[in-house]
C-alpha cells in the first residue's frame, strides 16, 4: 500500500528557513519520480519541486517561484524526500504535499494531473 506522509511544516518569519520531509512507503523510492506541491487558501494547487526516478539521474526541476530558494532532494535509503525552503517569504504561505505518480520511470514532471498518491499536507506559514 503506497502511503506519503509529510512532516516539518509550521510558522517562520520572512527570510526564514524550513525543511519538509516526505516518508514513502509502499514502493521503491529510487524507482519513482517524486513532486512537491502547495496550495495556499483560494488558490489552485502548485507544483513547485520535482525529482525524477534514478534513470534520469534524479534530475530536478523547479518553479520560477522558488527557484535559487528551495531544493528537493532524496535519501533513499531512509525513503525520504526532503524540501528545503529558504528566504521564505508571505507568499510560500500554504500546504505543502509530496505526491508520487503511478508508474515507476515516468516524468511528471510539475503537473498535479501526472500524480497519483498524495500525502496529507503540512502547513507552512510565514509571518512576523
Known amino acids: 500500500q503506497v502511503q506519503l506522509v509529510e512532516s516539518g511544516g509550521g510558522l517562520v518569519q520572512p527570510g526564514g528557513s524550513l525543511r519538509l520531509s516526505c516518508v514513502a512507503s509502499g514502493f521503491t523510492l529510487d524507482y519513482y519520480a517524486i513532486g512537491w506541491f502547495r496550495q495556499a487558501p483560494g488558490e489552485e494547487r502548485e507544483g513547485v519541486a520535482w525529482s525524477s526516478s534514478v534513470t534520469s539521474g534524479h534530475r530536478t526541476e523547479y518553479s520560477e517561484s522558488v527557484k535559487g530558494r528551495f531544493t528537493i532532494s532524496r535519501d533513499n535509503d531512509e525513503n525520504t524526500v526532503y524540501l528545503q525552503m529558504n528566504s521564505l517569504e508571505a507568499e510560500d504561505t500554504a500546504v505543502y504535499y509530496c505526491?508520487?505518480?503511478?508508474?515507476?520511470?515516468?516524468?511528471?514532471?510539475?503537473?498535479?494531473?501526472?500524480?497519483?498518491?498524495w500525502g496529507q499536507g503540512t502547513q507552512v506559514t510565514v509571518s512576523s
Open positions: 505526491a508520487a505518480p503511478l508508474m515507476a520511470y515516468s516524468e511528471p514532471g510539475l503537473s498535479e494531473y501526472e500524480y497519483d498518491y
